[in-house]
């Protein structure tokens, strides 16, 4: 699936296309849940959309985000994450782009008095995998938060603060958050992440020094892990997931 993005829709519009339609911070699912969000007939919410914005293309087709009131026959309100877990790559990603530029109006809100323009909030956040070879045996150093699911484990992360770059917001954040010195920062990718507006993007690092200690209030529980012994971790349709899959394959091969 291949998205071209757009501002202003594309002429001629095309008959159907993807629709990302929310009632409140819900996305609308079709009511089988064994049904896939698929396009339907370009017409399909314009009389009852309240606020809607053209997105792009998805494989040619037209793309738009729109809010509605409720949900009409046929549909079901989905939590955002749930849904875009359920999407493929391309269509997770879009539907990420959308929850972060519905609003009332245009995409930027122009003060009439002044003239400012103001756009969605985008906060850039670090992601580091901190690994180490203990005797020629490579591990993963993984963490967890209060608010994880029971058992779940992930990478180190946090927002750049003002005045940081992404390379010392990643030593301050593992300093902070267990106590470790790291080096070697390796930059792995980025991902939008709409929860609630970050920009994450993700590094591996190599441990330099110290023992974990974990931050109080920030990180439950941490330690390291064997590459073939590890805790449950977030599934690939988070970017923590795939970074953390991806170095376990690559630290395997040597």
Same mark, same amino acid.
């Given at each position: 699936?291949?998205?071209?993005? /757009? ?58 985000? /729109? ?137 591996? /690092? ?49």
């Amino acid at each position: 699936m291949h998205f071209v993005p /757009a501002i202003d829709p594309v002429m001629p519009a095309t008959s159907s296309g993807w629709w990302l339609v929310f009632v409140g911070g819900k996305l609308l699912l079709p009511a089988d849940e064994l049904r896939p969000l698929e396009p339907v007939p370009s017409t399909s919410f314009e009389a009852d959309a309240h606020s809607r914005h053209f997105l792009g293309r998805l494989d040619g087709l037209d793309c738009w985000v /729109a809010q509605l009131k409720s949900a009409p026959a046929g549909w079901r309100e989905v939590p955002l994450r749930s849904a875009m877990m359920q999407f493929p790559g391309p269509l997770a990603g879009l539907a990420g782009r959308a929850a972060q530029v519905l609003q009332p109006g245009a995409r930027a809100r122009r003060c009439p008095a002044c003239g400012h323009s103001s756009y969605p909030r985008l906060s850039p956040a670090m992601m580091a995998l901190v690994w180490r070879a203990d005797r020629g045996r490579p591990e993963l150093l993984l963490a967890r938060a209060p608010h994880f699911a029971p058992g779940m484990f992930s990478a180190l992360a946090g927002f750049v603060e003002a005045g940081e770059s992404l390379e010392d917001c990643v030593h301050r954040e593992v300093q902070e958050e267990v106590s470790l010195q790291v080096h070697n920062l390796r930059y792995y990718g980025s991902q939008s992440w709409p929860f609630p507006n970050s920009l994450m993007v993700a590094f591996t /690092a190599q441990w330099a020094g110290g023992e974990i200690v974990p931050q109080p209030g920030e990180i439950e529980e941490a330690g390291w892990f064997a590459l073939d012994a590890l805790p449950k971790i977030p599934p690939r349709f988070s970017i923590s997931g795939h970074l953390i899959r991806d170095t376990v394959q690559a630290l395997a091969q040597g």
